[in-house]
Structures are given as structure tokens and as C-alpha cells.
């Protein structure tokens, strides 16, 4: 059942990712990888692997109740019927749930993950996770305040991107993997999986295209406005920690 929506989205979609997509994943790289909180984590600093798994837990343990929640307000919102016509926006909108129900269960996993990284440098849930950093809050409000389809899920394309750049790049560092483990990487190694073109990420992206008010119009550019905002927000929460 799932898979063949699946399969019909990508038959209505068409869905390869546009051309200017892989600079705005390439500049999120660079700046992820640079950021004092890599170099932390390469370095293999456990204290600050410690601070950074407490520090922006608040947005692991929020993302997926938000992907899962969020869209319902798409049903009821009668400008989008009339911006994007009705039968055209039913089906958006069923798509969208459709993905982000599904997109909600695997982070549901995720977040347990995160939790197997803190235990792996021997944090304890939930005492050792119950502050929120200034930086966090602004980071997680950024993302789960946003109304605007296109832009919410741009939002979330950000936070695929985000999770796979630390990852790609963390992966491959000894230090860091032997403090973490075998079970304090499995966070790290779903992230590295490449799903093709039915990954959250392109899925999650098609819907933001398919949302944007003036197809064709800017949309690189307003697209790389919001997901750079939502990485930089990021940065700062996390470059907070070191
Ligand atoms: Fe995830």
C-alpha cells in the first residue's frame, strides 16, 4: 500500500531533484562541516559530544511529532483551496499526509536513536535532557512556526540535509566512532543511507515545489533563503554547545 503511493508520487512528480538543489546541499555541507561543533565532534571531545546530544535534543524529540501533526492545518485552510484550486489542493494535501505520516514513523525511531547516543557517552533520560539552550528554542520555534506549505517544508528538507551532512562527515571519523560505538552510530548510520529519489528529503521537496505560489518564479532562490535560515539556525545551536 505504501509503496505503491510511493510509487504513484514519483510517476506524478517526476521526481529527480532540480539542477540548482545540489549547490544549496553543497554550501549546507561546507558550513556544517567547518562549524567549531564538527571539528569538536572529529576531535572526539566528550564533553562536548555530551553537550551537543543534550543541546539539540530538544528539536530530535519535537521533529517528529511536528512532521506528523502539522500538515492537518492544510485541510482547513480555505486560502490555499483557493490559490491552489480545490481538487489540485485535495490532492496536495492528501500526498502530504500520506508522506508525512510516513516520514513522522521513521523519526519517531530516530529520535530513539538519539537517545542510544546519549547512553553510549552515559547520559541518562530523562534527567540529564531537560534544559533548552536560547539558540535551541529559536531553532526549533523557526521550524515548527511556520504556516506557509512551501516554507514548511523547505523547513523540513533542511533538517534532512542537516542530518545528513553531520553524519556523512562524522561517519568517518575513528575518534568519533569509538566513543560512540556500534550502537551510538546507528543515529549517524540511517542518516547515510541513500534512498534516491524517494528519500524524505526529495519527497519532502517535491511537495515545497508543488506548494510554491508562483512555479518558476524564484523558486531556487526562496528555497535556499529558507533552508539556509533553518541551517544557520542550527548552527548556532549547536556551535552554542562547544
Ligand atoms: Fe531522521
Redesign the pocket.
Known sequence: MQTATLVNFKQKFNTPPPVWFKDIKEEAYKKITEAPFAEACRRGDKEIIKKLIVGLWPF?DV?PRLVGQKYMYLFTNPLLYFRHGPLNMLSLASSTVVFLRSIAN??KS??LLWLDSGSAVGLKYPEDYESISLQTQIWKDGVANETEPSDMLFGYVA??II?ESVSKNLIYSDTFKSILGEQGMK?FT??TIDHGDIS?ENLELQLALAFHRKPNVAISEAATRRIMKVVDDFLASANACV
Open positions: 530530535v521533529f521513521d523519526e530516530h529520535r533538517i534532512e542530518a543515529w540511517v542518516h524524505h
